[in-house]
Nanobody, 119 residues
Framework: VQLVESGGGLVQPGGSLRLSCAAS????????MSWYRQAPGKERELVAA????????NYADSVKGRFTISRDNAKNTVYLQMNSLKPEDTAVYYC?????????????WGQGTQVTVSS
């Protein structure tokens, strides 16, 4: 399993970024996907998740109405569109898939992409 995030960077408050996560090594269209983030000194938190076919999504309260998760199963890629960014959105953003391997749930993570919101 390999997850490779991209699209992070420095943006001013109120700006937008789109993160991408390219997946390989498993049947992407069979699995729900998630985005997490971790700010300095804080625990990693769930930001958004999407079901395998993309028919259902859920979001952390802190990003509802500003972030949109989507996926393209033909490209094995999941996206996170982030609008109206705030300084408190500054964090490393990670792509995640949870698979069951020999009856055990295993979380796989990408290397993360840094998002910094600052003027």
């Amino acid at each position: 399993v390999q997850l490779v995030e991209s699209g992070g960077g420095l943006v001013q408050p109120g700006g937008s970024l789109r993160l991408s996560c390219a997946a390989s090594g498993f049947t992407f269209s069979n699995y729900a996907m998630s985005w997490y983030r971790q700010a300095p000194g804080k625990e990693r938190e769930l930001v958004a998740a999407i079901t395998s076919a993309g028919g259902s999504t859920n979001y952390a309260d802190s990003v509802k109405g500003r972030f949109t998760i989507s996926r393209d199963n033909a490209k094995n890629t999941v996206y996170l569109q982030m609008n109206s960014l705030k300084p408190e959105d500054t964090a490393v953003y990670y792509c995640n898939v949870r698979r069951t391997v020999v009856g055990v749930k295993v979380d796989y993570w990408g290397q993360g992409t840094q998002v910094t919101v600052s003027s």
